[in-house]
């Protein structure tokens, strides 16, 4: 027999509490905070409904973007949008969000399936990125607008002082497109080469590719990082040949 949300909460009343202290926000239903942490391998062992994080992360994706997309904005009027925009992308790219899941702790707090779980899920930057927009998500839901970029702010700004130019570097698929773009006037395309492994724990092989031929590949938990492995890959490669 499975259990419900609302069990949960009581099961984790003390975890969610530390929680919310944690990230500096008190939730008026803790449902929504509760089901950011349920990853889709303890849904489909435990949960009666079956739901999971994954549609709060959907939706945690597009606050976050719009949310530090502003923040970039008022911060640096004078910056041009392709730099703003590559910022933008280190940040909320999965390493990026994982760095920042990792602040908090929020591993500590995730309900797992017992492979995912045994298999050090708690830790990997896969479904800690894809918690934390989970968590945007139900922080948007919750309080609105206001109460998530408060939170994105407190989070981010930080990394954007102390990182800018590292982050204007980190995003390897923009630097790609840009560098193709300038050269040739068209850009490269991602192929998904193949995707193995059980559904909680998938691994994408990724090539990107342009005028036919393979620039180079990556694979990753994710097909998000793994583009940027191969985005990287490719950079190298066409930096070297020019050496």
Do not use: W
Request: net charge negative.
């Amino acid at each position: 027999m499975g259990t419900t949300i609302s069990n949960l909460i009581q099961d984790n009343e003390e975890g969610l509490h530390e929680l919310q202290v944690q990230i500096g926000y008190q939730f008026n239903d803790l449902r929504l905070l509760q089901l950011s942490l349920v990853h889709s391998s303890f849904a489909f062992e435990r949960l009666d409904d079956g739901r999971h994080n994954e549609t709060q992360e959907f939706l945690g994706d597009a606050v976050l973007d719009l949310t530090v997309g502003y923040i970039l904005f008022v911060r640096f009027p004078e910056m041009r949008e392709g730099k703003l925009t590559r910022i933008r992308s280190a940040l909320v790219n999965e390493q990026g969000l994982a760095e920042r899941a990792r602040e908090i702790d929020l591993g500590k707090y995730l309900l797992l399936g017992k492979g995912e779980d045994a298999s050090n899920g708690r830790d990997k930057s896969s479904i800690l990125s894809c918690a934390y927009e989970a968590l945007v998500g139900a922080l948007f839901l919750d309080g609105g607008y206001d109460e998530a970029l408060t939170f994105v702010r407190r989070f981010f700004e930080p990394h954007i002082d102390q990182h800018q130019e590292r982050l204007v570097s980190a995003d390897a698929k923009s630097a790609l497109q840009e560098l193709l773009q300038e050269r040739y006037n068209e850009g490269p395309e991602y192929v998904l080469v193949s995707e193995e492994g059980p559904a909680h724990a998938r691994l994408f092989s990724i090539s990107v590719n342009f005028r036919g031929e393979s620039l180079g590949s990556g694979q990753a938990s994710s097909k998000k990082e793994a583009e940027q492995q191969a985005a990287r890959s490719a950079l190298d490669s066409l930096q070297s040949n020019e050496a």
